[in-house]
């Protein structure tokens, strides 16, 4: 029995991203030789964050304050919103310093492999959020993958006949690389570099 609930606990943690089936042994051994100090508070912390953290409707952030802190700042800038894929790249942004604007997580790339379609970017939410504060520019901070361009291309179209400044991180960003993945050196300079693609 207790090797079944060890070898349930290995495969879960295998499931993580980049952790494979070695990894998650050596971590789950950690975490039972450590069981006071690390294995029950990791336990509790996961059971808190998943009753209290949510997303947010405004900006698809999860935080445990809705509306988030950035949706409801009056210091943030309110015409201009960043799309990102997921929160990696807001905190990646939030790190660099370099940008004061609103975020619209969109929460994947569009995909027919992972099930990701038009409908779950959320464009409808994107487009009340821009008649309504204002907008005058929509940043696209999208990985510079396929599937990254692709939702750029398709968000674009989606926005074209809104009168918008629509663009596009630039100088910088390596062909192929992920946001969250860059330092911030290099992520402030693809922002002030970006180009217009409307």
Not at 84 to 99: L, Q, T
Request: with cysteine; glycine share 6%; hydrophobic share 40%.
């Amino acid at each position: 029995m207790a090797q079944d609930e060890l070898q349930k606990l290995i495969n879960l943690i295998s499931r993580l991203p980049g952790v494979g089936p070695r990894s998650a042994q050596r971590i789950a051994l950690y975490l039972i030789k450590n069981k006071q100090e690390l294995m029950l508070p990791l336990g509790e912390s996961i059971k808190e964050t998943a009753a209290k953290v949510r997303k947010c409707e405004i900006c698809g952030m999860l935080d445990v304050n809705l509306p988030t802190k950035i949706c409801s700042s009056d210091t943030r800038i309110k015409n201009t919103i960043c799309i990102v894929e997921d929160m990696a790249d807001v905190w990646a942004f939030e790190r660099s310093g370099f940008y004061k604007g609103q975020y619209h997580v969109i929460g994947g790339l569009l995909s027919a492999s992972k099930n990701f379609t038009e409908q779950d970017l959320r464009l409808h939410k994107l487009k009340e959020r821009i008649e309504k504060n204002k907008v005058e520019e929509i940043i696209l901070a999208l990985s510079a993958t396929i599937e990254g361009q692709t939702t750029a291309l398709v968000i674009r179209d989606y926005l074209e006949k809104m009168n918008l400044k629509i663009t596009q991180l630039a100088y910088g960003v390596p062909v192929g690389s992920e946001i969250h993945y860059l330092d911030d050196n290099t992520l402030g300079a693809a922002l002030e570099s970006r180009k217009n693609l409307s």
